[in-house]
RNA sequence: UGAGGCGUCGUCUAAGGGUAGGACGUCAGCCUUUGGAGCUGAUUAUCUAGGUUCGAAUCCUAGCGCCUCAGCCA
């Protein structure tokens, strides 16, 4: 055995190295991370301040949790900070509600930022004070132009913008004005202040952009104590210098901000300057990430909330049962890189079950029953099996009872009359297994006279297979799960599957003609065995064969509600759609 | 056709002048009282064309393609 002191451990799934184990062998596992070390290493940083910067207008999804789990988990690694910021200068669009379920998300996603949560609107004074000292340096303006205006000057892509008539207004009679914009002495829109930049810039972000505008609405923080508001350009950099911050990172699309940001922080009096980083955002094949489609699937009912289980954000994955620990594991796997990229649902449902695999109890759960009557067992007979929990590593979780009884259902689709080849589990005539009891043949299919639908098999044991192996060297291959009927709970099972069916929603057409009809398919009578009557909503489970499912809490004492988290990989499944393509 | 950015297996990501590697997916096999898990193996990539070099994914040149930007959104 190795001395545990001298083999230090790292979990591949958080990014926490052991303390004393990030030498200088140890490789950065990204381009932020090699900035960051060769920060420290020259000295320009004694340490590393991030932060994570949501605006407060809608719920976090999985890519935020590739940016939080980026910023907080860097700031984990190399012993430093990440503060949680409100991005909150637009009041109509923010709401406290999302405040709360920010912070729920973040916290169970495994990040916790001590007392350092801030709001940008924390910051109106000293911003309202830097915009000020830009107004004196000759650096910005107040513009009476009209939105429309504004626009057409600006100029586009390929021409150059045109100066506004108020362009050279003197820093006296701009700060005059600027100060009657506080006041209030102006309507919504009449005015702007502007930086004095570049109006031929081939940046068309830095020909004199809007740092404050005139919106008398009714801020979640401040109340009504402004009736201007500043814009991201200008609060985002400052917000960033007054808390430290040292890497800055974002996505892609603020690439082009980049220069403003550094403008504004040359401009004005604050303690540092931050350099702002920017990587490549999430997307996810078969899943939407946008806040507006997001919303539109809530507002249209096309969902059943923020939190349905279809749902890729934090709130809806929490609910359909993802852990944490499996979505950490995702963002690490997923890395971190500048290409625009649109990774496979199919690695993210990988690490479901990697992390699923060694923590969900087993379990036994009929989807979709069908009666089997044993005509050789004794009415009345009830057998407590044993049943490991874990059957992989029996002790690490225990055993539980399971009944076992003449009448049991059993999955339908474990069924067939006619099978074809390499179907290896229940026909007239064929032997299976039982999980954990006897060997079951089928000898008789009920059906009904009227419909011709089967309705019940009529089967026998062998007594002698109770957990061995029939003694005439007899094989089955094939094992089936059951639940005796007598027994078992009726159970709402939800069948989560991919809210879309295509892999880019929207690229052919509206992303609503893209959604998949069969992404909730909810089965009311399902039936579970009986050690599920002590279970709590939240608890997973893996239901054999089938999938890893976790408790809703829509579940009623005696009528639980198991949403599925994902299925088992299902080789015959692979199988039967190959012999059909033949 | 302005500016900024990005092009490596099907997908995501390494290699930073010296063996193009890993993961997911796919395929094949082994194993199995979960057609799960696990184990083996296979498959397939440097956008193009020149150049520098003993040697280029990497450096240079010229193309091509994709993304972002013309909110008083962030």
């Given at each position: 055995?190795?001395?545990?002191?001298?083999?230090?451990?790292?979990?591949?799934?958080?990014?926490?190295p052991?303390a004393?184990?990030a030498g200088p062998?140890?490789?950065p596992?990204?381009f932020?991370?090699e900035v960051?070390?060769?920060d420290?290493?020259?000295?320009?940083h004694a340490?590393v301040?991030?932060?994570?910067?949501?605006?407060p207008?809608?719920y976090?999804h999985i890519?935020?949790?590739k940016?939080i789990?980026?910023n907080?988990g860097?700031?984990?690694q190399?012993?430093?900070?990440c503060?949680?910021?409100?991005d909150d200068?637009n009041?109509?669009?923010e709401?406290?509600?999302y405040?709360?379920?920010?912070?729920?998300d973040v916290?169970?996603?495994?990040?916790d930022?001590?007392d350092?949560?801030?709001?940008?609107?924390?910051?109106?004074?000293p911003l309202?004070q830097?915009?000020?000292?830009?107004?004196?340096?000759g650096?910005?303006?107040?513009?009476?132009?009209?939105a429309?205006?504004i626009?057409v000057?600006r100029?586009?892509?390929?021409?150059?913008?045109?100066?506004?008539?108020?362009?050279d207004r003197?820093?006296?009679?701009?700060?005059?004005?600027?100060r009657?914009?506080?006041?209030?002495?102006f309507p919504?829109?009449?005015?702007?202040l502007?930086?004095?930049?570049?109006?031929?810039?081939p940046?068309?972000v830095?020909?004199?952009?809007?740092?404050?505008?005139?919106?008398?609405?009714?801020h979640?923080r401040?109340g009504?104590?402004?009736?201007?508001?500043?814009?991201?350009?200008?609060?985002?950099c400052?917000?960033?210098?007054l808390?430290?911050?040292t890497?800055s990172?974002?996505t892609l699309?603020?690439e082009?901000n980049?220069?403003l940001?550094d403008?504004?922080?040359d401009?004005?009096?604050?303690?540092c300057?931050p350099?702002?980083?920017e990587f490549?955002r999430?997307n996810?094949?078969?899943t939407v990430m946008?806040k507006?489609?997001?919303?539109?699937?809530?507002?249209?009912?096309?969902v059943r909330?923020?939190?349905?289980?279809?749902?890729?954000?934090?709130a809806?994955?929490?609910?359909?049962?993802?852990?944490a620990?499996?979505?950490?594991?995702?963002?690490?796997r997923i890395?971190?890189?500048?290409?625009?990229?649109?990774?496979?649902v199919?690695?993210?449902e990988?690490?479901?079950r990697?992390d699923?695999?060694t923590?969900?109890?087993?379990?036994?759960?009929?989807?979709?029953?069908?009666?089997?009557?044993?005509?050789?067992?004794?009415e009345?007979?009830v057998?407590?099996l044993?049943?490991?929990y874990?059957?992989?590593d029996p002790?690490?979780m225990?055993?539980r009872?399971?009944?076992?009884?003449r009448?049991l259902?059993i999955?339908r689709?474990d069924?067939?009359?006619?099978?074809?080849?390499?179907?290896?589990r229940?026909?007239p005539?064929?032997?299976?297994?039982?999980?954990?009891?006897?060997?079951?043949?089928?000898?008789?299919v009920v059906?009904?006279?009227a419909?011709?639908?089967?309705?019940?098999l009529r089967?026998?044991?062998d007594?002698h297979?109770l957990?061995?192996?029939?003694a005439?060297?007899r094989?089955?291959?094939?094992?089936?799960h059951?639940?005796?009927?007598a027994?078992a709970?009726?159970a709402e099972?939800?069948?989560?599957d991919?809210?879309?069916?295509?892999?880019?929603?929207?690229?052919?057409r509206d992303f609503?003609?893209?959604?998949?009809?069969?992404?909730m398919?909810v089965?009311?009578?399902?039936?579970?065995e009986?050690?599920?009557?002590?279970a709590?909503?939240?608890e997973?489970?893996?239901?054999e064969r089938?999938?890893?499912?976790?408790?809703d809490?829509?579940?009623?004492?005696?009528k639980p509600?198991?949403?599925?988290i994902?299925?088992l990989k299902?080789?015959?499944?692979r199988?039967?759609?190959?012999?059909?393509g033949?």
């Amino acid at each position: 055995m190795s001395d545990p002191k001298s083999a230090p451990k790292t979990d591949p799934r958080t990014d926490a190295p052991a303390a004393g184990e990030a030498g200088p062998e140890q490789k950065p596992r990204d381009f932020i991370r090699e900035v960051i070390e060769e920060d420290l290493r020259s000295g320009k940083h004694a340490r590393v301040a991030t932060r994570f910067p949501p605006e407060p207008n809608g719920y976090l999804h999985i890519g935020h949790a590739k940016s939080i789990c980026l910023n907080f988990g860097i700031a984990r690694q190399y012993g430093g900070t990440c503060n949680l910021r409100y991005d909150d200068t637009n009041p109509s669009k923010e709401d406290v509600e999302y405040v709360d379920a920010i912070e729920a998300d973040v916290r169970w996603l495994g990040f916790d930022w001590d007392d350092r949560k801030y709001y940008a609107s924390n910051y109106f004074g000293p911003l309202y004070q830097f915009a000020e000292e830009l107004i004196q340096k000759g650096l910005a303006y107040v513009d009476d132009q009209s939105a429309e205006e504004i626009r057409v000057n600006r100029g586009t892509l390929t021409q150059p913008g045109k100066p506004s008539p108020h362009r050279d207004r003197t820093p006296a009679e701009n700060l005059d004005l600027f100060r009657r914009m506080r006041a209030g002495e102006f309507p919504d829109g009449s005015r702007v202040l502007r930086a004095k930049i570049d109006m031929a810039s081939p940046n068309i972000v830095m020909r004199d952009p809007t740092l404050y505008r005139i919106r008398r609405a009714h801020h979640h923080r401040t109340g009504d104590a402004w009736c201007i508001y500043p814009m991201y350009d200008f609060t985002h950099c400052i917000s960033d210098a007054l808390e430290g911050i040292t890497h800055s990172i974002c996505t892609l699309e603020f690439e082009i901000n980049r220069p403003l940001y550094d403008w504004v922080l040359d401009h004005v009096s604050v303690p540092c300057h931050p350099r702002q980083i920017e990587f490549a955002r999430l997307n996810l094949t078969y899943t939407v990430m946008s806040k507006r489609k997001l919303l539109q699937l809530v507002q249209d009912g096309l969902v059943r909330g923020w939190d349905d289980p279809r749902m890729p954000t934090l709130a809806g994955l929490r609910r359909r049962g993802v852990t944490a620990e499996a979505l950490r594991l995702f963002c690490e796997r997923i890395g971190v890189a500048k290409r625009d990229s649109q990774v496979e649902v199919e690695l993210f449902e990988h690490c479901l079950r990697e992390d699923l695999n060694t923590r969900a109890r087993r379990v036994m759960a009929v989807l979709r029953p069908l009666k089997v009557v044993i005509e050789n067992y004794p009415e009345g007979q009830v057998e407590e099996l044993d049943a490991a929990y874990f059957p992989d590593d029996p002790p690490k979780m225990g055993y539980r009872k399971v009944p076992f009884s003449r009448e049991l259902y059993i999955e339908r689709d474990d069924f067939m009359e006619e099978p074809p080849k390499k179907f290896f589990r229940l026909a007239p005539g064929r032997e299976v297994r039982l999980r954990w009891a006897y060997l079951l043949k089928c000898e008789r299919v009920v059906k009904d006279p009227a419909t011709g639908e089967i309705v019940e098999l009529r089967c026998s044991i062998d007594p002698h297979t109770l957990n061995q192996n029939p003694a005439d060297g007899r094989k089955v291959k094939g094992t089936i799960h059951w639940v005796s009927a007598a027994h078992a709970l009726e159970a709402e099972v939800r069948l989560v599957d991919r809210l879309f069916k295509v892999e880019r929603p929207g690229e052919e057409r509206d992303f609503l003609q893209d959604l998949n009809p069969a992404s909730m398919e909810v089965l009311p009578a399902a039936r579970v065995e009986r050690s599920l009557s002590e279970a709590a909503a939240g608890e997973r489970f893996q239901f054999e064969r089938v999938g890893f499912f976790a408790m809703d809490a829509d579940s009623r004492p005696g009528k639980p509600v198991f949403n599925r988290i994902v299925s088992l990989k299902d080789s015959w499944a692979r199988i039967a759609k190959a012999e059909a393509g033949k």
